[in-house]
């Protein structure tokens, strides 16, 4: 079964922090790419970063020094650490491989996580 769930998200003021999880079946996760993206109001999705399954990560310009993604491939998930936030950061944020799971004739997304950073 094809599952992916985010967590972690909610309100909070620019500076502060939060970490975002997300459970991943195994068989998205064992061998993958796993990333994290986020789309705000009115915005194309973007991924803001990324980890191999050995460990390298990148990251969108945007977010670079303020986030950190991780993976615990033992428990199928994966992290992101936001510090600093800013309200531009508010979005909706999934994570998914990379490039996105492709089911049928579509790319399976799940239900995202929302952050919201007050100024």
């Known amino acids: 079964q094809v599952q992916l769930v985010e967590s972690g998200g909610g309100l909070v003021q620019a500076g502060g922090s939060l970490r975002l999880s997300c459970a991943a079946s195994?068989?998205?996760?064992?061998?993958?790419?796993m990333a994290w993206y986020r789309q705000a109001p009115g915005k194309q999705r973007e991924l803001v970063a990324r980890?191999?399954?050995?460990?390298?990560?990148n990251y969108a310009y945007s977010v670079k020094d303020r986030f950190t993604i991780s993976r615990d491939n033992a428990k199928n998930t994966v992290y992101l650490k936001m510090n600093n936030l800013k309200p531009e950061d508010t979005a909706v944020y999934y994570c998914?491989?990379?490039?996105?799971?492709?089911?049928?004739?579509?790319?399976?997304w799940g239900p995202g996580t929302q952050v919201t950073v007050s100024s």
């Open positions: 998914n491989t990379d490039p996105p799971l492709r089911l049928g004739p579509a790319d399976y």
């Open positions: 195994g068989r998205i996760f064992s061998s993958n790419k």
């Open positions: 980890i191999f399954s050995g460990g390298i990560t």
